[in-house]
Structure formats: C-alpha cells, structure tokens
Antibody
Framework: QVQLVQSGAEVKKPGASVKVSCQAS????????MHWVRQAPGQRPEWMGW????????DYSERFQGRVTITWDRFASTVYMELSRLRSEDTAVYYC????????????WGQGTLVTVSS | EIVLTQSPGTLSLSPGERATLSCRAS???????LVWYQQKPGQAPRLLIY???SRATGIPDRFSGSGSGTDFTLTISRLEPEDFAEYYC?????????FGGGTKVDIK
C-alpha cells in the first residue's frame, strides 16, 4: 500500500527542537521529492522545504532558513524534519507530502503530526 | 512570493447545488501551475486538480478546474454530501510554494 506514515504527536517547550519522521512505503523513495508542509490551527498550509529522495539535495523556504533541517535515511525509506528554536507560533500539524519535483503539487500526504509548543 | 486569495471565505449551499470557488494570484502563475485540494477536519489535504484543469486520479468528474494567469476557478457541478469541506488552491510556478487561505463549503 502506497502511504506515508508519520511519527506521533509532540509537546515541546519554547526554545527546544523537534524532529518528525515520515516513512514511505509502497513506492520507491528515490524517484520522488519529499516536501514538508505545516498548518497552524485555522490557518492555511505553509510550505517549509523539500529533499530529493534520490540524491539528498534539499532546499528550504527562506521563512525557515536556519531553523529547519530535512534529512533522510534512504535505506529505511524515511525522511526527517527537524525544527529548532521552537516558539509558540510553531504550534501546528506538520505533514510530509510527496511530489515529483521541487516545484510541484503533492499527490500523497502523511497523516500529520501535531507539534504543540507550550511552556 | 505569490499571494493567493480565495473567495468567498465560506460558501453555504445545499446538496445538488453548484459551487464556484475562486483563487486569485498576486502575479501571474507560470504555466498555469496551480492545484486544488480538499481538506476535511482532522485529515490531510487531498489532491483534486493539478495544472489548473486536470483531475487527479480517482476524482469524480463533478469537480473541474479552469483559469489562467491570475484567476482560477474550481467548480463542483452538483454537491454531494461528502463534498462539504475546506478547499485550498496552491501554486507551484514560483518558489516559495504558496497556498490560498481556503474556502469552506458548508451545508445551508
């Protein structure tokens, strides 16, 4: 079955970091680009960055430069998104989403991971 | 950055009625690189339309997309009960990828 399965919900304090995983199954990770998109409560989705599943090349939205790191373990078909220096405004559902290119649409989404930042 | 503005914010309609949703871009979207998603509460977005007018796999033909340049439209010809949801447009013609603010289609 073609799917993306993400890690579970997290609660973090301001200033901490969070790392969310996304395991791909049913397809070859190296043939696609994995993107990360977040959605704060009641807000529009916000694109964060991508990683090429074949060669590990990555890029990030300027809005998150310096705070986000996307990595991958191709042998485990798993992609990771780490966000540092968390603040309350980072409270959101974080999704991994599959695309064919760095600039594209997303045809497959993970189930989402709620990250709550609270003191 | 391309800003996408969706209207109306909320559309109250009855099953069987036609829904017309608008997405306007702050600048022309390259090669009509715009998609539409449907999102239900607690779920991830689901791809409906890509390249402005092409239906994704498995999407019923009551969903159609049109438009070019800065003005795009999603039309649902006859609303089914399962169509009441939030709808987002997204452009991928320019970095950063951006999403519209959404239109909620609810039951009148």
């Amino acid at each position: 079955q073609v799917q993306l399965v993400q890690s579970g919900a997290e609660v973090k304090k301001p200033g901490a970091s969070v790392k969310v995983s996304c395991q791909a199954s049913g397809y070859t990770l190296s043939r696609y680009v994995m993107h990360w998109v977040r959605q704060a409560p009641g807000q529009r989705p916000e694109w964060m960055g991508w990683i090429n599943g074949g060669n590990g090349v990555r890029d990030y939205s300027e809005r998150f430069q310096g705070r986000v790191t996307i990595t991958w373990d191709r042998f485990a078909s798993t992609v990771y998104m780490e966000l540092s220096r968390l603040r309350s405004e980072d409270t959101a559902v974080y999704y991994c989403a599959r695309g064919l290119y760095p600039r594209c649409w997303f045809d497959l989404w993970g189930q989402g991971t709620l990250v709550t930042v609270s003191s | 950055e391309i800003v996408l503005t969706q209207s109306p914010g909320t559309l109250s309609l009855s099953p069987g009625e036609r829904a017309t949703l608008s997405c306007r871009a702050s600048q022309s979207v390259n090669s009509n690189n715009l998609v539409w998603y449907q999102q239900k509460p607690g779920q991830a977005p689901r791809l409906l339309i890509y390249a402005a007018a092409s239906r994704a796999t498995g999407i019923p033909d009551r969903f159609s997309g049109s438009g070019s340049g800065t003005d795009f439209t999603l039309t649902i010809s006859r609303l089914e009960p399962e169509d009441f949801a939030e709808y987002y447009c997204q452009q991928y013609g320019s970095a950063p990828l951006t999403f519209g603010g959404g239109t909620k289609v609810d039951i009148k």
